[in-house]
């Protein structure tokens, strides 16, 4: 196997990943062993790598999850603690910089849109495209906290997988604001709508996507936007990889599970380049997650 040139060169464990290994260490000292050996870039023999994934199949439900369903909500679900943590490699994962990091996001964004609303419902009403939502939690703990009572705030999901869009109807439905969200099937890229957004989101889409396919995607979407409409995009942060490296070396291994780092200056370089005026960024309380704001510019 080839050393992993996205991953920096220093090979030290933080607490949380030597523990891991002791306990892997306990209960299958093959598997430690070639976590170790990969992890610094050694090599590895195909019959290590496939014991290797048959034992995360069986000892991991992130594993599982990273697999059959990569990069869905169905990853997200797992670090808010949706799935039950019986199994080392999904305590680690929970609990590692990066897990809480993903949780610490939800937190942000549930801190700050409410904020963003207020600014556009000072006009009127305001409606929210949350696109490829998932299930939604962010808006829907948004709405369920602030705007229970509120008649011009309103919602539509947009997502692909129609079990994470049933898992959110769901939850709204048991916060008692189902009235105020719509969930449609289907490609954002393709959503067709009389009425424009006044807000966008778009947490966690970009992550996995290199800045040319970001610019086109904020391209595309743009005609969804009211002129003055607010655009909210979130991209994992080169702080992760540089304080977490163990972590992420693991969703790499575990399901090929690839992300792009951009730092705030190259999320702005994004933002601009697909039409829209930067208007500054905030992170999660680690730093993991940058989420940018901005408005589009329209010439006509």
């Not at 670090?79 to 490699?89: A, D, E, M, T, V």
């Amino acid at each position: 196997m080839k050393k992993n040139m996205n991953l920096p060169k220093q090979i030290e464990f933080d607490e949380a990943a030597s523990q891991l290994l002791k306990k892997l260490e306990t209960e299958n000292k093959r598997i430690r062993d070639f976590f170790i050996r990969s992890y610094k870039g050694l090599p590895t023999s195909p019959e290590m790598e496939e014991e290797t994934y048959n034992y995360f199949i069986r000892h991991s439900l992130f594993a599982v999850a990273i697999i059959t369903s990569p990069s869905s909500s169905v990853i997200t679900e797992f670090f808010y603690g949706g799935l039950p943590l019986s199994f080392p490699i999904d305590k680690y994962v929970f609990q590692s910089k990066s897990g809480k990091a993903v949780r610490a996001r939800l937190n942000t964004v549930e801190r700050e849109l409410p904020k963003i609303i207020e600014k556009y419902r000072s006009k009127g009403d305001v409606l929210i495209g949350n696109l490829g939502s998932g299930p939604g939690r962010d808006v829907i703990n948004v709405f369920s906290t602030h705007y229970r009572d509120i008649s011009n705030v309103r919602a539509i999901h947009i997502d692909k997988d129609i079990s994470s869009l049933k898992k959110g109807r769901r939850i709204a439905t048991i916060k008692g604001i189902d009235h105020m969200i719509n969930f449609a099937e289907g490609n954002f890229l393709k959503y067709k709508t009389t009425k424009k957004f006044d807000i966008i989101l778009l947490i966690g889409v970009l992550c996995s996507l290199k800045s040319e396919i970001c610019i086109y995607l904020l391209k595309k979407i743009k005609s969804l936007l009211k002129r003055n409409g607010c655009l909210l995009v979130s991209n994992v942060s080169k702080k992760m990889l540089e304080e977490d490296p163990f972590t992420y070396f693991l969703m790499e291994k575990i399901g090929n599970w690839k992300l792009v780092f951009k730092d705030e200056k190259e999320l702005e370089q994004i933002y601009k380049k697909a039409g829209y005026n930067w208007e500054g960024y905030f992170t999660d309380s680690y730093g993991f997650h940058i989420l940018g704001k901005g408005t589009p510019r329209f010439y006509f």
